[in-house]
């Protein structure tokens, strides 16, 4: 499965979109993108994922570059309880999805 | 629809002793996952199972731990002989099947094991 790299930290005021960017240079034509967030201690919340195009749900945007090398999760109007560590995973080229969490970004949402 | 479910949240052992964790996947879950979370570390994929079956044990400890997702009833994550190290959270996630090759997992909330 391919490396990602992200920000270790992030800090955004309450409202505002929060972009958290990730690079996956080394990712495989068939390799899917992820998104996942852990609120202090809780378990795991899955947050989107995508192959190539853009997607949006109801918590968050991902988009895609052309290139797939590098992607960035969107969350439009970012509230105190979105304060979490992100891990941005490629995975999915194996016949199940056996996640490799990196660091990831440990985002602030301030007033 | 009821989310993963892991029982107990909290589990305290004595060094020796043994420790048992349930997991319960989502209705219509045929995948199970379990990662194990140290203090202060990020998250490590342990094992992959499907009913009755590991696919991926690749993460799991070589001594003391085992796994099952038997036929009916949840999975089991088995940790004999307890240590401090052991010490850790410890997160179920289900998936369900896909047939376009994308798996988002879905994760418990976990079990806190305590070995003193």
């Known amino acids: 499965d391919a490396k990602t790299t992200q920000p270790p930290s992030m800090d955004c005021a309450e409202g505002r979109a929060a972009n958290l960017p990730c690079n996956h240079s080394?990712?495989?034509?068939?390799?899917?993108v992820y998104w996942y967030r852990q609120i202090h201690s809780q378990g795991p919340q899955y947050i989107i994922h995508g192959l190539k195009n853009n997607e949006t749900n109801e918590m968050a945007s991902l988009i895609i570059t052309e290139d797939r090398k590098s992607s960035t999760l969107i969350l439009p109007h970012a509230t105190l309880r979105d304060t979490a560590v992100y891990y941005c995973?490629?995975?999915?080229?194996?016949?199940?999805?056996?996640?490799?969490f990196g660091a990831g970004t440990r985002l602030a949402v301030h007033p | 629809n009821a989310g993963v479910m892991q029982n107990p949240r909290h589990l305290v052992r004595r060094r020796g002793q043994e420790a048992r964790l349930r997991c319960s996947p989502m209705k219509g879950h045929s995948h199970v996952y379990w990662y194990r979370q140290l203090p202060e570390e990020g998250l490590k994929f342990m094992v992959y199972?499907?009913?009755?079956?590991?696919?991926?044990e690749s993460g799991m400890p070589k001594e003391r731990f085992s796994a099952e997702f038997p036929k009916e009833g949840p999975s089991i994550l088995r940790i004999q002989q307890v240590v401090r190290g052991d010490s850790a959270a410890y997160f179920c996630?289900?998936?369900?099947?896909?047939?376009?090759?994308?798996?988002?997992?879905?994760f418990g909330p976990g079990t806190r094991l305590t070995v003193t």
């Open positions: 996630a289900s998936s369900p099947q896909s047939r376009t090759g994308d798996y988002e997992q879905y």
């Open positions: 080394t990712i495989s034509g068939n390799e899917y």
């Open positions: 995973i490629v995975s999915g080229s194996g016949g199940y999805n056996k996640l490799i």
């Open positions: 199972l499907q009913k009755e079956n590991i696919i991926d």
